[in-house]
């Protein structure tokens, strides 16, 4: 008889120690997260230094411990700025990779698409790019923005523009939800402050002749002309509007601070004012670490898009962290008590998933770099 109750309790003490190391596994499981970035298609580059940008990002957590005792793994799709490519993509991370977040999809209208994916199965969603504003006017839950959206830009920086001697402006912008927004937006914002919009023309992403539309804006003369577009479009955009000799300020939003843009282009981007949520110049010593780690891996300088790919990382790993569990709805809580200190300022995000707080710069391109000729804060919405 003793001697089979030393047995049950030996195997019931064998049992407890299992159940230990059961936990105590599962707690030290990599903890995978998805990415949908465009890496094939128009904007791929773009999609690339997003993803350089989150691949420091996760070396740097993974660096600092990981998150709950196991590796911050990223687990990344091409969703080629299509939105049903990105849905495809979602899908796949979510019910065969089992990842516990996804991050993307870049373009406003693939988010947009990725965003209802994530809704149906309850898991968190942040983009770092996608700017729509009706993406965070939905009333979903799941979706966050650890970007500015074109409406909260325009507001920042309308006036100044105005100030800077605009009267009368034009808009060249690419047909999709940012560029609407973007013509739309900044339009409310620089009629408010006193000036005039004189064009607006709206381009395919597949158009490389852009003549038409740069021809109808010469006509009414504007003194800034303001555009949306990623790397290669922003390169046509301003080739083709200094060969049809309109020589009025070129301003937008998207790749016109870039490194890259800056090659395909020369000496036509001096003058060009980047309208843009991170430059490399930032002044701070964590920026300085950043771009001097970005530089040596990928032998050239970040990118706005580097910044937002390496911001979503770290303000996700940071949640799963301060959620202290992958429970859908303990993560979405934590995002929502999310104070990151990112390389442009403090990121918080309000109630509708939006975030605020963060610096956003007027920068222009001159000899040698950028120069700043404005510092905005995207306010609460």
């Known amino acids: 008889m003793i001697h089979k109750f030393q047995e049950r309790i030996s195997g019931a003490a064998l049992a407890a120690v299992f159940g230990v190391a059961m936990s105590s596994g599962a707690l030290a499981a990599d903890i995978v997260v998805g990415g949908i970035y465009p890496l094939t298609?128009?904007?791929?580059?773009?999609?690339?230094?997003?993803?350089?940008?989150?691949?420091l990002a996760v070396e740097e957590v993974n660096a600092s411990g990981g998150v709950l005792g196991g590796k911050f793994v990223l687990k990344v799709e091409d969703g080629a700025c299509n939105p049903a490519q990105s849905v495809s993509a979602a899908e796949k991370l979510i019910t065969q990779t089992k990842v516990v977040a996804i991050l993307g999809a870049f373009c406003s209208s693939s988010s947009g698409?990725?965003?209802?994916?994530?809704?149906?199965?309850?898991?968190?969603?942040?983009?770092?790019?996608?700017?729509?504003?009706?993406?965070?006017?939905?009333?979903?839950?799941?979706?966050?923005?650890?970007?500015?959206?074109?409406?909260?830009?325009?507001?920042?920086?309308?006036?100044?523009?105005?100030?800077?001697?605009?009267?009368?402006?034009?808009?060249?912008?690419?047909?999709?939800?940012?560029?609407?927004?973007?013509?739309?937006?900044?339009?409310?914002?620089?009629?408010?402050?006193?000036?005039?919009?004189?064009?607006?023309?709206?381009?395919s992403r597949d158009d490389t002749d852009l003549f038409p539309y740069i021809t109808k804006i010469k006509t009414r003369n504007p003194d800034v002309v303001i555009s949306a577009s990623n790397t290669q479009l922003a390169a046509n955009v301003t080739k083709q509007l200094r060969q049809l000799g309109v020589k009025s300020t070129l301003m937008g939003e998207g790749a016109f601070t870039s490194e890259a843009y800056r090659k395909l282009v020369g000496k036509l981007?001096?003058?060009?004012?980047?309208?843009?949520?991170?430059?490399?110049?930032?002044?701070?010593?964590?920026?300085?670490?950043?771009?001097?780690?970005?530089?040596?891996?990928?032998k050239e300088e970040p990118s706005k898009f580097s910044a937002a790919g390496y911001h979503a990382v770290h303000i996700l790993a940071a949640a799963i962290k301060r959620a202290g569990s992958t429970n859908?709805?303990?993560l979405r809580q934590a995002l929502l008590r999310t104070d990151y200190a990112g390389l442009t300022g403090n990121f918080k995000f309000a109630a509708n998933g939006q975030a605020y707080n963060f610096n956003v710069f007027m920068a222009k391109n001159v000899a040698g770099g950028l120069q700043v000729v404005g510092v905005g804060t995207i306010p609460k919405p």
Do not use: C
């Open 269 to 298: 981007a001096l003058g060009v004012v980047g309208l843009v949520e991170y430059i490399p110049s930032i002044d701070s010593a964590k920026n300085k670490a950043f771009v001097k780690k970005y530089k040596s891996r990928f």
């Open 41 to 55: 298609g128009p904007v791929a580059y773009d999609g690339a230094t997003k993803h350089n940008g989150a691949k």
């Open 328 to 330: 859908s709805e303990k």
């Open 113 to 203: 698409a990725v965003m209802e994916v994530a809704k149906k199965y309850k898991i968190p969603h942040m983009t770092g790019v996608s700017t729509s504003q009706d993406l965070t006017r939905q009333g979903n839950p799941w979706f966050f923005r650890a970007t500015g959206t074109s409406a909260l830009l325009g507001q920042a920086f309308g006036p100044t523009i105005v100030k800077a001697g605009a009267k009368r402006v034009a808009f060249l912008v690419v047909n999709d939800d940012w560029g609407r927004a973007v013509a739309s937006s900044y339009a409310k914002s620089i009629k408010a402050a006193g000036a005039k919009v004189v064009a607006t023309e709206i381009f």
